[in-house]
């Protein structure tokens, strides 16, 4: 059974950290574009990082509102995908869920279609 399992999430003030995991089982996702997409109350999944496989340069991308603030990052070892989140604001709070294809292509990563797996989600909150 191929599974997907974030944590990490919790409650953090304006402009503090938190950060990400994201562990896999079931499939070796070392090949695997991994993204992370969030979700906030009544607004659809949105893209906010990914990260290509090694074999292909490991290239990242980030959403503009994120750019800088966040880093994505991967250990293949462990089959797990980070996301280190600094200068957190309020429009940061949403559920985060980590994804991934065996999809590569810069025009096609953002979107949550081309992803076949995905974990179950876990609760950012960020008080102002």
């Known amino acids: 059974q191929v599974q997907l399992v974030e944590s990490g999430g919790g409650l953090v003030q304006a402009g503090g950290s938190l950060r990400l995991s994201c562990a896999g089982s079931?499939?070796?996702?070392?090949?695997?574009?991994m993204g992370w997409f969030r979700q906030a109350p009544g607004k659809e999944r949105e893209f906010v990082a990914a990260?290509?496989?090694?074999?292909?340069?490991?290239?990242?991308y980030y959403a503009d509102s994120v750019e800088g603030r966040f880093t994505i990052s991967r250990d293949n070892a462990k089959n797990t995908v980070y996301l280190q989140m600094n200068r957190l604001n309020a429009e940061a709070t949403a559920v985060y869920y980590c994804?991934?294809?065996?999809?590569?292509?810069?025009?096609?990563?953002?979107?949550?279609?081309?992803?076949?797996?995905w974990g179950q989600g876990t609760q950012v909150t960020v008080s102002s």
């Open positions: 994804a991934a294809t065996p999809r590569s292509g810069a025009r096609v990563i953002t979107t949550t279609t081309i992803y076949n797996y």
């Open positions: 990260i290509t496989s090694p074999w292909l340069a490991g290239n990242t």
């Open positions: 079931g499939r070796i996702f070392s090949r695997d574009t």
